[in-house]
């Protein structure tokens, strides 16, 4: 049979290599698409059960510890760092240290010092724990903005998302995402809300740019013709030949998708909402998993790459486990919730185990998602990286040392992942910058410059 060539194929179909310009060089004939790296954050507070948290045993044959078996099946794609310290937040801090950092959240995307304390640390202030600079997660979003418009693409949001977090909204207990000093980024906490902003369409009041649109419609017009014009071709050629085209077909298609704000894979479904109230805590549950659901959908459909998650606050007195069976007066606190947990972890640390694992389970349930989505030769988990982050390591010592981080990262992340890697009194910062050129921004550190440096992940 003979094989197809480049210059058989553009005469076949009518192309003509004087529209190569018109399209992304990086899409050339033949080569493998390319695909938008991604990445979320997921935080919560209050603490782990340390010797119920790291895992066990050699690199690539992980003995995961209790709290984190329901991660069992993702666990060749999982990186332990264990000795990460928020040491911005526990050295020379006037706000607080270690060994008081509930109102910490607004330091761990920043990775800064802290503008304003919380009452006790700032007599006479705001008292609400406000940041002092922008979060990494929208400086990655931005970058990204940045880079997609210079192709001629529309920017995407970075949603911030959090659960159970009233009242705090727009303070350094609850507010993880910044643009800079003291402007806290609000965040979405009804999914159908969520779903409004990110399936509605994102064109402003005036409309989008028209010259954008027009660029727009002479690329699409290529797409158009010489996309059909392949699928045609292929019907006459043999198999090695037709899945040549395929691919190629593959990379218009994301150019096409592109084109309209992101890179969309075949897993594009916007998922149903139910019109449910989701305040209860009986709902809790369905709550997290919509989120999960969103998020999925949302970068499936190439409508985001960069999301923050907030399971709670830094003090969660309004999550509650009834579905767990862990009910009625607290031992600390009037109520069991996940602060008096945290605190009076129960007989044999079993409630704090049990609500830790419920949690460690629902990031199991985003990699399955993730792993769900087909997007080329695999899925899309491959292209996604996800900080799972808890603001303290002990919830009754309230410590920042220590801190419980999972990094979970597909194959195409750079990252040498199933294993457990032990670190010295390293600071978060190192890890928030390595995050961060994982996905293609790159920088030499990251927040308060006392902690510089990049952590080697590979």
């Not at 992980?62 to 000795?83: D, M, N, V, W």
């Not at 940045?146 to 192709?151: C, D, F, L, S, V």
């Not at 923050?308 to 579905?323: H, K, V």
């Amino acid at each position: 049979m003979n094989r197809i060539t480049r210059r058989s194929l553009l005469a076949a179909t009518g192309a003509s290599g004087l529209l190569v310009p018109l399209l992304h060089a990086e899409h050339s004939f033949g080569a493998t698409p390319q695909f938008p790296k991604r990445i979320i954050f997921i935080v919560m507070g209050n603490g782990t059960i340390e010797n119920s948290f790291w895992p066990t045993g050699p690199d690539g044959n992980l003995t995961l510890a209790e709290i984190t078996t329901p991660l069992e099946a993702h666990k060749a794609q999982l990186l332990f760092p264990r000795g990460i310290d928020m040491r911005v937040w526990s050295e020379n801090n006037p706000f607080g240290g270690n060994g008081d950092a509930h109102h910490n959240f607004g330091a761990i995307l920043t990775a800064t010092k802290l503008a304003t304390g919380d009452p006790p640390h700032d007599p006479g202030g705001p008292g609400l724990a406000l940041a002092s600079s922008i979060s990494i997660d929208q400086f990655i979003g931005q970058a990204f903005n940045t880079a997609a418009m210079a192709q001629g693409q529309a920017p995407l949001p970075f949603p911030v998302l959090s659960v159970r977090a009233w009242g705090r909204d727009g303070t350094g207990y609850a507010t993880l995402s910044w643009t800079g000093n003291k402007a806290p980024v609000s965040a979405e906490s009804d999914p159908n809300k969520l779903f409004a902003s990110l399936f509605a369409g994102r064109t402003t009041a005036s409309g989008p740019d028209p010259a954008l649109v027009k660029l727009r419609k002479t690329r699409q017009s290529v797409l158009d013709y010489v996309g059909t014009a392949l699928e045609r071709q292929s019907t006459r050629l043999g198999t090695d030949d037709r899945l040549k085209i395929q691919i190629h077909l593959d990379a218009l298609r994301n150019v096409e998708r592109q084109l309209q704000g992101g890179a969309v894979t075949s897993g594009c479904m916007p998922p149903t909402v139910a019109a449910t109230d989701y305040k209860p805590i009986e709902n809790f549950p369905a709550l997290v998993d919509t989120e999960m659901d969103l998020i999925t959908a949302a970068m499936a459909c190439g409508l985001t790459r960069v999301v923050t998650l907030a399971l709670g606050d830094g003090e969660d007195y309004n999550i509650y486990f009834p579905w767990l069976g862990i009910n009625g007066k607290g031992i600390e606190f009037p109520t069991r919730h996940k602060h008096d947990i945290a605190h009076r972890p129960g007989v044999n640390n079993v409630d704090k185990i049990n609500t830790e694992k419920w949690f460690a389970s629902r990031l199991a349930y985003l990699l399955d998602n993730l792993s769900s989505v087909p997007e080329g030769n695999g899925t899309m988990l491959d292209n996604t990286v996800i900080l799972y982050l808890n603001s303290l390591n002990s919830g009754f010592g309230h410590t920042v040392l220590k801190l419980p981080i999972i990094v979970a990262a597909g194959a195409n992340m750079g990252i040498r992942t199933g294993r457990l890697m032990d670190l010295t009194a390293e600071a978060h910062n190192t890890l928030l910058a390595a995050l961060a050129n994982t996905v293609g921004v790159p920088m030499s550190g990251w927040g308060d410059a006392r902690f510089p440096g990049v952590l080697t992940l590979t």
